[in-house]
């Protein structure tokens, strides 16, 4: 048997149809760079902003000047359910191009994150990393996420969605009673984005009116809430999938106003501890709702849980879960995970190995 015919091939999946298109790019480079050859050969599957789907023998082709835009073979998945592998066709030539044993999706926000891709797959029957359907669609959508976490008695600020429609029918109306039940500052959020695109922090009733339009600018339905205050932020990775375990907790540090876009991506002047110095049972607690959180979104494989942390009470708060968090080798969730004993390549073995078991697990359900 020659080595290729033992290793397993991932299909990497990256860039999107998102405004987290160059991150994912750098965390798809982050893995090509550190998995495990011996065990994996790697099918880097770039995604441009329009949605085409490219495939070349060196991923690097693929990307041109930090987007999926260069050369590259345009293809498109067959489901074929019975074979368990993801087949690439040729768009053009319309003839197969090869086939993946597994799919490790590296998309963050809409189409990636939110189930759709994940769908995809389901139908192609084949093994990917990270939540299902349910768990991706979940946890993209604030306002869904966030009944889930209060059915599962998780502690949320108070919180309100609004739809597009409600808005346009009493601007005035709707600024009135959101300022009534949630006071200032507040924050406006797009209910299914990411990266805190569309995100304001609303300190005077003048602000409200358009923070509301820019939200509704990304998103039908728009999340608001009161604001955590002298709050520390605090995240915690999780990994596993009916047995989740929590890693440290990590703190970020923003040096803007909020974690917004800039300071995410552009300014890059975050500072992250890892672990947090957090009275030992904050820490506890933190961890045991990440794992809550995690399984409340019905997630798999890979979940960070974002908090904030009342800095003189101590009193917790769930934000959300990432389902597909930012995952370069310097992100927070392998940072959190190499603080806690898993380095980088063993985690990515150890999330398509959980992407396996998942599989078979639901391949041995009866269907009738
Ligand atoms: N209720 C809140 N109180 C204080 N800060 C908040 C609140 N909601 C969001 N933020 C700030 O905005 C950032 C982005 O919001 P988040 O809900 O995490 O959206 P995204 O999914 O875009 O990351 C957070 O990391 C935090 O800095
Ligand atoms: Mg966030």
Not at 283 to 300: D, H, I, N, W
């Amino acid at each position: 048997m020659t080595a290729d015919s033992r290793r397993l091939r991932v299909g990497l999946l990256f860039g999107g149809r998102s405004g987290e298109h160059e991150v994912s790019i750098r965390s798809a480079l982050s893995v090509l760079e550190a998995i495990d050859r011996e065990k994996y050969e790697v099918v880097p599957i770039g995604i441009t902003r329009e949605g085409r789907w490219l495939i070349a023998t060196d991923p690097r082709q693929l990307i041109a000047g930090g987007a999926v835009a260069g050369q590259g073979t345009m293809v498109a998945v067959v489901p074929e359910p019975g074979d368990r592998k993801l087949t690439t066709v040729d768009a053009t030539a319309g003839r197969a191009v090869g086939q993946v044993d597994v799919v490790f999706p590296l998309l963050h926000g809409p189409y990636g994150e939110d189930g759709t891709v994940q769908g995809l797959l389901e139908l192609a029957n084949v093994p990917y990393v990270g939540a299902g359907v349910l768990g991706s669609a979940c946890g993209m959508d604030k306002g869904v996420m966030k009944r889930l976490f209060q059915a599962a008695n998780l502690p949320v600020l108070d919180w309100v969605a609004i739809r597009k429609v409600d808005w346009r029918r009493d601007p005035a109306g709707t600024i009135r009673e959101l300022a009534d039940r949630l006071g200032y500052p507040n924050f406006v959020k797009p209910a299914n984005l990411g990266s805190s695109v569309g995100i304001s922090k609303v300190r005077h009733p003048d602000e409200f009116h358009d923070a509301l339009e820019l939200a509704f600018s990304y998103d039908i339905k728009v999340v608001v809430e009161r604001a955590a205050i002298d709050c520390r932020e605090v995240e915690c990775a999780v990994l596993g999938n009916d047995e989740p375990v929590a890693s440290v907790v990590g703190e970020l540090v923003p040096r803007r106003e909020f974690y917004d876009y800039t300071a995410k991506y552009v300014s890059n002047d975050t500072d992250l501890y890892i672990p947090a110095d957090l009275p030992e049972p904050v820490g506890t607690r933190v961890q045991a709702l990440a794992v809550a959180a995690f399984q409340a979104v019905e997630c798999a494989g890979l979940g960070r849980v974002d908090f904030f942390v009342q800095r003189d009470t101590g009193a917790i708060s769930v934000n959300e879960i990432n389902t597909l968090p930012g995952f370069t080798s310097i992100s927070m969730y392998p940072k959190l995970w190499e603080a806690s004993g898993i380095g980088y390549r063993e985690l990515i073995d150890r999330l398509i190995q959980l992407a396996f078991e998942r599989h078979a697990e639901r391949s041995a359900l009866r269907i009738s």
